[in-house]
Nanobody, 115 residues
Framework: QVQLVESGGGLVQPGGSLRLSCAASGFTFSSYAMSWYRQAPGKERELVAT????????TIADSVKGRFTISRDNAKSTVYLQMNSLRAEDTAVYYC????????WGQGTQVTVSS
């Protein structure tokens, strides 16, 4: 069955960086565009970034543009989110999933930006 396992979150000070990873299994990873999403307390889940099947095309939400980068390694069935210049408003649980439709969500990884 499909499994999405996010990791790499933690507590970081404003201005810091984190690299999130999402290890996927149970499907042909290279055939699917993948996205990162986040959900802050009391808010709806929002799309953060999307990568095409080969990382050739990526889209980034305006709120994180210039600070976050999405990439993937199809050989490892893993998608990454490099987050730089983190702000308090980036605090959320981060999830990965396919870009169109959705498999069962993983547990996510908590990112907390605080001094």
């Amino acid at each position: 069955q499909v499994q999405l396992v996010e990791s790499g979150g933690g507590l970081v000070q404003p201005g810091g960086s984190l690299r999130l990873s999402c290890a996927a299994s149970g499907f042909t990873f290279s055939s699917y565009a993948m996205s990162w999403y986040r959900q802050a307390p009391g808010k709806e889940r929002e799309l953060v970034a999307t990568t095409s099947t080969s990382s050739g095309v990526t889209t980034i939400a305006d709120s994180v543009k210039g600070r976050f980068t999405i990439s993937r390694d199809n050989a490892k069935s893993t998608v990454y989110l490099q987050m730089n210049s983190l702000r308090a408003e980036d605090t959320a649980v981060y999830y990965c999933n396919r870009a169109v439709g959705a498999w069962p969500w993983g547990q996510g990884t908590q990112v907390t930006v605080s001094s």
